[in-house]
C-alpha cells in the first residue's frame, strides 16, 4: 500500500507556471506507474498525464500536451507535474494517484491509491 500527499498548488495569473508534487509513502514506489488527474467544479474527474515505473514514458491529455510534464524521483519517491503556459480552463483540484495493478495511463479506474488533492486555481 501506498499514501499519497500533493503539494504545491496555488493560484497563479494566465500564462505563468507550477510544479506540484506528490511525496509517496512506503519503499516500493517504484513499482508502482503513477498518474495526474483533475476535477473541475460541476466536471468529471480527467486524466491529464502519467508515467511508468521507470520514468521512461510518459502520457499526456491532447489538453495539456507541449505545456504539462510529468517526472518522478524514484530515489525520494516523489512525482512532479510541471505546469507551464497555464490557463484558466486549467483551473482544478489536481489529484496524483498510484496505479497498483493492471496499468492504463489515461484511465483513472487502474489506479489504486489515491492523494488528497491540491487546489491549482488560473486568474484570466
Known amino acids: 500500500q501506498v499514501q499519497l500527499v500533493e503539494s504545491g498548488g496555488g493560484l497563479v495569473q494566465a500564462g505563468g507556471s507550477l510544479t506540484l508534487s506528490c511525496a509517496a509513502s512506503?519503499?516500493?514506489?517504484?513499482?508502482?506507474?503513477m498518474g495526474w488527474f483533475r476535477q473541475a467544479p460541476g466536471k468529471e474527474r480527467e486524466f491529464v498525464a502519467s508515467?511508468?515505473?521507470?520514468?521512461?514514458?510518459?502520457y499526456y491529455a491532447d489538453s495539456v500536451k507541449g505545456r504539462f510534464t510529468i517526472s518522478r524521483d524514484n530515489t525520494n519517491n516523489t512525482v512532479y507535474l510541471r505546469m507551464n503556459s497555464l490557463k484558466p480552463e486549467d483551473t482544478a483540484v489536481y489529484y496524483c494517484?498510484?496505479?497498483?495493478?493492471?496499468?492504463?495511463?489515461?484511465?483513472?479506474?487502474?489506479?489504486?491509491?489515491w492523494g488528497q488533492g491540491t487546489q491549482v486555481t488560473v486568474s484570466s
Open positions: 494517484a498510484a496505479a497498483g495493478g493492471v496499468y492504463v495511463p489515461s484511465k483513472s479506474q487502474t489506479y489504486d491509491y
Open positions: 508515467i511508468n515505473r521507470s520514468g521512461g514514458n510518459t
Open positions: 512506503g519503499r516500493t514506489f517504484g513499482s508502482y506507474p
